[in-house]
C-alpha cells in the first residue's frame, strides 16, 4: 500500500500563490511518478502537472504552464505544486496520485486511470 497526504491548500487573492505538498509513504516503488489534479464542483477530474520521480522530466497541462512548478524533495519523500499567478479558475480539490509508470507521454501521465493511488485531496479556493 503507499499513502499520500496533501497540505497546502486554501484561500488566496487572484494573483497569489501557494505551495501544495504531497508526502509519499508506504510500500513505494523505487521507481514511480507523481501527479496532481484537480477537480472543480460539478467538472470532471482534470490533469494538471506531472514529475518522474527522477525528476528529469515534468508535465503540465496548458492552462498552468509558466505559472505552476511542480518539484520533488527525494530524501523527505514529498512532491510540491508551486502555485503562482492563481486565478479563479483554478479553484478546486487538488489530489497528488502516485503510477509506477515511469516511461511515457503527456497523454500517458494525463491519464486518471494510471494512476493507483491517490491522496485525500486540499482545497485551492481564488477569489476575485
Known amino acids: 500500500q503507499v499513502q499520500l497526504v496533501e497540505s497546502g491548500g486554501g484561500l488566496v487573492l487572484a494573483g497569489g500563490s501557494l505551495r501544495l505538498s504531497c508526502v509519499v509513504s508506504?510500500?513505494?516503488?523505487?521507481?514511480?511518478?507523481i501527479g496532481w489534479f484537480r477537480q472543480a464542483p460539478g467538472k470532471e477530474r482534470e490533469f494538471v502537472s506531472a514529475i518522474r520521480w527522477s525528476g528529469d522530466k515534468t508535465y503540465y497541462t496548458d492552462s498552468v504552464k509558466g505559472r505552476f512548478i511542480i518539484s520533488r524533495d527525494s530524501a523527505k519523500h514529498t512532491v510540491f505544486l508551486q502555485m503562482n499567478s492563481l486565478k479563479p479558475e483554478d479553484t478546486a480539490a487538488y489530489y497528488c496520485a502516485y503510477t509506477r509508470r515511469i516511461e511515457g507521454s503527456y497523454s500517458d501521465y494525463a491519464q486518471t486511470y494510471e494512476y493507483d493511488y491517490w491522496g485525500q485531496g486540499t482545497q485551492v479556493t481564488v477569489s476575485s
Open positions: 508506504g510500500r513505494t516503488y523505487s521507481m514511480y511518478a
